[in-house]
């Protein structure tokens, strides 16, 4: 073999295997953007999951409230709207915006019950205000998972080189689930 095929042959291996790293930092990259995403949904779910449950929860809670605090219409009213929003709600940033909603209707509910003492000694009423309790926990542990999947996701897509392929093959930043600025301040209990 001649020197001149003996170093196309080198060149030739040496292109073949600098392609082969690029495709397979490339196809790496892609699959890891496809991974976070798919987690991203997999949390997502779980956070949908304990906010159907709360869903669920709530009619029960809003009826012993009613039957105690009948003149109590507007904190019912807010929260039957609010569970409406929460159950017409399509996109990830709606469903957020929705169950802040509800959440804020909800400690107006648990307000109004601070008015009516005899609630309070209610069996119904006490399992009921446990459950939503560990379903507002379970809420608060799925939202932080949630969140931390997103950030995960969010920085591998902005640090460069990623941000480059994330850009290219259309993958976008995810939004958490913050909770709103109104939910910072405590409600206000008057008797």
Request: glycine share 6%; charged share 25%; hydrophobic share 45%.
């Amino acid at each position: 073999m001649t020197k001149g095929k003996r170093n196309l042959l080198i060149a030739v291996g040496v292109i073949v295997v600098v392609l082969l790293m690029f495709y397979s930092g490339i196809k790496g990259a892609y699959n890891s953007f496809v991974t976070l995403d798919e987690g991203i949904k997999a949390s997502w779910a779980q956070v949908e999951n304990q906010l159907q449950r709360r869903y669920d929860l709530i009619p029960n809670l809003v009826e012993t409230v009613r039957g105690f605090a009948a003149q109590e219409k507007a904190v019912f009213i807010g929260v039957t709207e609010a569970r409406a929003k929460v159950g017409g709600a399509k996109s990830i940033p709606d469903k957020i915006e929705a169950n802040n909603q509800l959440a804020g209707a909800l400690s107006r509910l648990l307000v109004t019950v601070e008015r009516y003492p005899d609630i309070k000694s209610d069996q119904n009423f006490i399992r009921l205000q446990d459950e939503l309790a560990g379903t507002e926990n379970r809420i608060a542990v799925e939202r932080r998972r949630y969140n931390e999947t997103v950030r995960t996701y969010n920085v591998r897509i902005r640090t460069f080189p990623s941000n480059v392929l994330a850009g290219m093959f259309g993958f976008t930043k995810a939004e958490f689930f913050e909770v709103p600025d109104s939910a910072q301040a405590a409600p206000e209990v008057k008797f």
